[in-house]
């Protein structure tokens, strides 16, 4: 739990407050410096690191590449039960969450972080936000931090949107009840984009929507499955067919469910290729 007066201090993926177990206070502060930070305002905060803390992006927290705070909404809420929400105004269905409340927690996080957008990214995770996409994840990438405000209820009260000057991101065209999935989600794809989490970078490479195609099917062992071979010429050894053949299938692919990436692949359109 953050608190607003006593700010909650984070060692590696550890998130630590003052009621974390004294060992867990002398362990040593893994952090790389010049590290990756994401900070997370969330009324559930116990649903990070999630998968976050599993597999690459939780070994790069282990290590110290990024570091996640997530801070608490509610410890910024009024009175004895920390509400943070209210009944919109002009009426209708659901619950808000508060201006004063959210502000309070953006003044929080913005401690220690660059006023400059562009070097830390403030976000709030919305279906009305511009689409996320692997552009915005290389984006985000090259900042030094980002601010996510996670969503609940019906929403935020603009104001407070408008006075920290906050990016709206979206997941996807569909609603869901908060903004805590979509802000994992968001920091895998950015997270797995910064040096060293990957270790092959040549997979980043190669991947779908890193040159506007889907990427090409892949294929392991056994050789023969169900009656169904790996492709003859993944077994050639010939490297330039094997490259051809794969641009080939993404090509088509691409083409197949995805009309509109190929309408504006890279080279077709001037101005879009950041897909
Ligand atoms: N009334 C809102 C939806 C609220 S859903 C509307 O119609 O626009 C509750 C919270 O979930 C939002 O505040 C947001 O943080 C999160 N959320 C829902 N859908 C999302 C999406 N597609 N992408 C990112 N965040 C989303």
Redesign the pocket.
Known sequence: MSDPDTPAKSHGRLSISASAKPRDLMEEPRLVKGAFVAKVITLFPDAFPGTLGLSLTGKALDLGVWRLDPIDLRGFGEGKHRNVDDTPAGGGAGMVLRADVVDAAFRHARVGTPPDRARWPVVY?????APFTQATARRFAAAEGITLL???????DQRVLDHHQVEEV???D??????EI?AQAILDATVRLLPGVIGNAASLDEESHSHGLLEHPHYTRPQMWEGQEIPAVLQSGNHAEIAKWRRAQAEALTQERRPDLWARRPGTKPGTKDV
């Open positions: 995770l919305s279906p009305r936000g996670c969503g609940r209820f019906e929403g935020v979206s997941l996807g569909f609603v869901l009840t908060g903004g979509a």
